[in-house]
């Protein structure tokens, strides 16, 4: 039987239950789950301020959790899905709230840039509390 490969693109600073159960939907997707952690200049340029944890803390938090097989680091510039054409992966598994890098995906697949893959969204674990926007104010 072939194994599926899932991959996960995220920040995944401050790790709650929304990423747990994000992570835990994946890994039912699939056998293998890599998780792809985004990069702190990457975090900069998207949200405008560095993640609270580096890209190596984020990686050790990452890496205690069951039900990840593989951890590593995104691509150093946005859009070149680099990462991709090296994993492979059988399913990209985004979250509900990652709706514009699933068009940049769908651009990409449908320009040939990238080789065809399924596309899928988890469903929202909790989105009034448990949202990484959210629970950062609230750390704040």
């Known amino acids: 039987m072939n194994s599926r490969k899932v991959l996960i693109f995220g920040v995944f ?3 709650h239950e929304g990423h747990l159960s994000f992570i835990r939907e994946a890994k039912e997707q ?3 789950l890599v998780v792809v952690v985004a990069r702190d200049s990457m975090v900069e340029k998207m949200k ?3 993640p ?3 890209e190596v803390d984020r990686i050790k938090n ?9 951890v590593l680091l995104g691509d150093l510039e946005m859009g070149t899905y ?10 990209i598994f ?10 940049s995906l769908n651009k990409s697949i449908e320009s ?10 988890g469903t929202p674990y909790k989105p009034d509390t448990q949202h990484s926007s959210i629970l950062n104010k609230k750390m704040a």
């Open 13 to 15: 600073d401050n790790i």
């Open 30 to 32: 699939g056998d293998h």
């Open 48 to 50: 405008g301020k560095l």
């Open 52 to 54: 609270k944890y580096n």
């Open 62 to 70: 990452i890496l205690e959790i069951p039900e990840v097989d593989l």
């Open 82 to 91: 680099n990462i991709l054409k090296e994993v492979k992966p059988d399913i």
């Open 94 to 103: 985004l979250g509900y709230d990652q709706e514009s890098l699933g068009e």
């Open 112 to 121: 040939g840039f990238l080789e065809r893959v399924e596309i899928k969204y």
